[in-house]
C-alpha cells in the first residue's frame, strides 16, 4: 500500500468520525424525526387535486432518508477503511520480525 492510499483511508477515517458524530446527535436524530413526520402528516393531509403539492412532498420525504442514508454510508466506509489500515499495519510489523 502506498502513501496516496494511505491518505486516501485516512481521510475516510476521518470523514466516518465526523459523520458518527452527526449521526448520533441527538438534535440531528430530532430533526429528522420532525421533518419525516412533517412531510408525511402534510402528505397525508393533501387533497385530491393536489397531485404535485403530494409528488414534492414525497420527495422531500424520500430526501430526509437519503442524508440519514448517505451518514450511513460514510461511517461503513470508515470502519472498511480502518480494517484496511489495521492489516496494513499489522503485515507491516509481521515484516520487521
Known amino acids: 500500500m502506498n502513501n496516496q492510499?494511505?491518505?486516501k483511508l485516512n481521510q475516510e477515517l476521518s470523514?466516518?468520525?465526523?459523520?458518527?458524530?452527526?449521526?448520533d446527535?441527538?438534535?440531528?436524530?430530532?430533526s429528522f424525526d420532525k421533518l419525516r413526520e412533517l412531510y408525511s402528516n402534510s402528505l397525508f393531509n393533501t387533497g385530491a387535486?393536489?397531485?404535485?403539492t403530494r409528488e414534492k412532498l414525497w420527495l422531500a420525504y424520500q430526501m430526509?432518508?437519503?442524508v440519514e442514508q448517505n451518514?450511513?454510508?460514510?461511517?461503513?466506509?470508515g470502519k472498511l477503511a480502518?480494517?484496511?489500515l489495521e492489516d496494513f499495519r499489522?503485515?507491516?510489523k509481521n515484516k520487521k520480525f
Open 25 to 30: 446527535n441527538p438534535l440531528l436524530k430530532e
Open 49 to 52: 387535486k393536489e397531485h404535485e
Open 82 to 84: 480502518s480494517k484496511q
Open 90 to 92: 499489522n503485515q507491516t
Open 5 to 7: 492510499e494511505q491518505d
Open 71 to 77: 451518514l450511513i454510508e460514510m461511517i461503513d466506509t
Open 64 to 66: 430526509v432518508g437519503k
Open 15 to 23: 470523514q466516518a468520525n465526523k459523520a458518527k458524530q452527526l449521526f
